[in-house]
């Protein structure tokens, strides 16, 4: 894992990632976060793809990257805007949203994936990103991006099963949302909810 991407000091660099594009129904979640170039302490080292940390480490760095990172936001996009615009352009729309809400404008976006819309300043000047496939693997600031967009949409979803305890049939608190086997047979048995995308799966046929 690299801390940074140029060597210049004085670039600023932020790292954006998603949560929950992949699932049936529900918000998609995007992380931006700059990291700094110097750390208290070797903690940061734990930083990680989302995805290969326990849902209490999770919890754990996101309140660390939260208090040491420059600048960090998280945006999200509803189910009906994932119908709406489709599940890429949603994501990429809420990639701008979250960069939007930084309090520190970067000198360079670095992106996990493949797919990017070229995003300008308030001034309309553009700023330079580059896309990095497996990026949560291979810089701590888009894994720290991960994390805090899989932290905010899980606890989103606890939320969501807590207001709606109906909602815990479909394996939610579980799943988090994705297609699971539990997921796609309670859509069988009990239909689609409002939170579902009309537009995923089979969800289409509900």
Not at 103 to 123: A, F, Q, R
Request: with cysteine; net charge negative; hydrophobic share 35%.
């Amino acid at each position: 894992m690299k801390l940074y991407f140029d060597d210049d000091s004085s670039i600023k660099e932020v790292g954006v990632d998603e949560a929950g594009r992949g699932c049936l129904s529900g918000r998609v979640y995007v992380g931006a976060v700059i990291l700094p170039r110097d750390f208290p302490d070797e903690k940061y080292t734990e930083i990680k793809d989302s995805k290969k940390l326990s849902k209490k480490k999770r919890k754990e760095l996101r309140t660390y990257i939260e208090e040491h990172a420059i600048s960090f936001h998280v945006a999200y996009s509803e189910a009906c805007d994932v119908d709406k615009y489709n599940i890429l352009q949603a994501t990429l729309l809420t990639m701008h949203s979250a960069v939007d809400g930084l309090d520190v404008e970067p000198d360079l976006i670095l992106v996990d994936g493949n797919t990017w819309k070229l995003y300008s300043n308030k001034e309309g000047d553009v700023i330079p990103h580059q896309l990095i496939k497996g990026g949560d693997n291979k810089y701590y600031s888009i894994a720290a991006a991960s994390i805090l967009a899989k932290v905010y949409h899980d606890e989103y979803v606890e939320e969501l099963c807590r207001d709606n305890p109906e909602y815990v049939k479909y394996g939610w608190l579980n799943n988090m949302c994705y297609g699971t086997k539990q997921h796609i047979d309670a859509i069988r048995e009990f239909g689609i909810t409002k939170e579902h995308r009309r537009t995923f799966g089979i969800c289409k046929q509900y």
